[in-house]
Every structure is written in structure tokens, then in C-alpha cells.
């Protein structure tokens, strides 16, 4: 996926705010919570900032969103990589498969759709009479965090996405069943993935990244 930014994301456009932004002191911050997730999470955070860096959208993720996406995409490689010498050299089992799970999540959000998956959690959602940028259709309701009433976007497709505009929430498929059902990556995916009928990676997973069936 290409995430270089585009000739109309030139930083010259960007709010007097974000301007004065300590680039240093932000980037020091995301390496910090990059060095805290664990690498299952730095995963799919990848995949969340890699689709935010390029998405056109001028309201989510907007000009910022995307620089901001952009920025975080770097943090994000530069542990993956780090964790990768490391994990080669002591033979960490549980960040060797990390790649596997990752490539089972992308295709679980392929698979299941998130409105429809949100109303099944007991989420009510309204159709919108327009479709959105992603090309899908665009549903509302209650934010589940902040409660706000109308403010709590959702799309569907392969890059289903929930926003809220008022607490600023952003969730995926898999964010979204982390959060309802409060377990962590691993299990959320498992979860998804019995639902679906489609086998989950090993505790280990060699390096060629072979998937245990049954």
C-alpha cells in the first residue's frame, strides 16, 4: 500500500494547532506506546494506520489523520522490526506466530460485517439515505462510549469503520469485539473466528507460517 502523502496534503495546510505540535516530543510518545503494546497489537495497529494514511476521507481521517497515520505507521515498522531481530535471536514463540493472527484478523474483517455485527451486539444502528467515500453504506447511532446520540458513524465493507465525532472513538472489527466483549486480541479473534467456522493459528506457528487445522 502505497502511504506516501499526496500533493494536497502538503503540511502548509494543516491547522495552526497541529503546527505547533512538538514533533520531537510526539514522536518520542508513540515510541513509548509502541514499546508498551504487545506485538499482537502493534499489528493491527499497523493495519489500521496503513489504511488511515491513504484514506481520501476529509472529515475521518481528514488532513491531520492522515499525516498523524503516517507518523504512527513509522513508530509502528521501527518496533515490528526491532521485535523481529529479537524474536530470531531468542526464539520468542508467541511474537513468531504474531504475523499469523494478524493475517487471520484481516481476513475475519473481510468476512464479517461490522454494522451487522454491532446490531448483533446489541448496538442499534439507523441507515443513512447516502453512501460513504469507502463506497458502502453509512449507518449512525449512539456512541457506546460516550453515549452521544447521533454522532457515532459506521460503514461496512471490507474497512468497516465506527467514528464517533464527539469522543473520537475508532474502532474495527476487531477493536469493536476487543471492547464489547473486554478480552484481549488473541481471544477476540478466536472468538470471530469460531463464529465463522475458520481455524485460528497455533500457540506456534514455524517461521513459514503454517496454520494448524482441527
Known amino acids: 500500500m502505497d502511504t506516501s502523502p499526496s500533493q494536497s496534503d502538503s503540511i502548509t495546510q494543516f491547522p495552526t494547532a497541529f503546527k505547533r505540535m512538538n514533533a520531537e516530543l510526539f514522536a518520542k510518545q508513540l515510541g513509548v506506546e509502541c514499546r508498551l503494546a504487545s506485538t499482537d497489537e502493534l499489528h493491527v495497529w499497523r493495519e489500521t494506520a496503513a489504511f488511515d494514511a491513504v484514506d481520501p476521507d476529509p472529515?475521518?481521517?481528514?488532513?491531520?489523520?492522515?499525516?498523524?497515520?503516517?507518523?504512527?505507521?513509522?513508530?509502528?515498522?521501527?518496533?515490528?522490526?526491532?521485535?523481529?531481530?529479537?524474536?530470531?535471536?531468542?526464539?520468542?514463540?508467541?511474537?513468531?506466530?504474531?504475523?499469523?493472527?494478524s493475517a487471520l484478523a484481516r481476513e475475519l474483517r473481510s468476512r464479517i460485517d461490522l454494522p451487522k455485527f454491532l446490531v448483533q451486539e446489541g448496538l442499534p444502528l439507523t441507515a443513512t439515505k447516502k453512501h460513504s467515500r469507502r463506497g458502502s453504506p453509512e449507518f449512525f447511532g449512539s456512541c457506546p462510549l460516550c453515549g452521544g446520540t447521533d454522532r457515532f458513524r459506521v460503514w461496512g465493507g471490507e474497512q468497516g469503520r465506527a467514528w464517533c465525532r464527539q469522543c473520537g472513538i475508532s474502532w474495527d472489527l476487531i477493536a469493536a469485539a476487543r471492547s464489547i466483549w473486554n478480552v484481549g486480541f488473541r481471544d477476540a479473534v478466536r472468538r470471530l473466528a469460531s463464529q465463522e467456522g475458520v481455524a485460528v493459528p497455533g500457540d506456534f506457528v514455524p517461521k513459514k507460517?503454517?496454520?494448524?487445522?482441527?
Open 209 to 214: 507460517w503454517t496454520v494448524r487445522v482441527g
Open 59 to 101: 472529515e475521518f481521517p481528514g488532513l491531520v489523520g492522515r499525516h498523524i497515520a503516517r507518523v504512527r505507521l513509522d513508530a509502528i515498522d521501527q518496533e515490528i522490526g526491532r521485535r523481529s531481530i529479537l524474536s530470531k535471536s531468542q526464539n520468542r514463540d508467541s511474537e513468531l506466530s504474531a504475523p499469523a493472527w
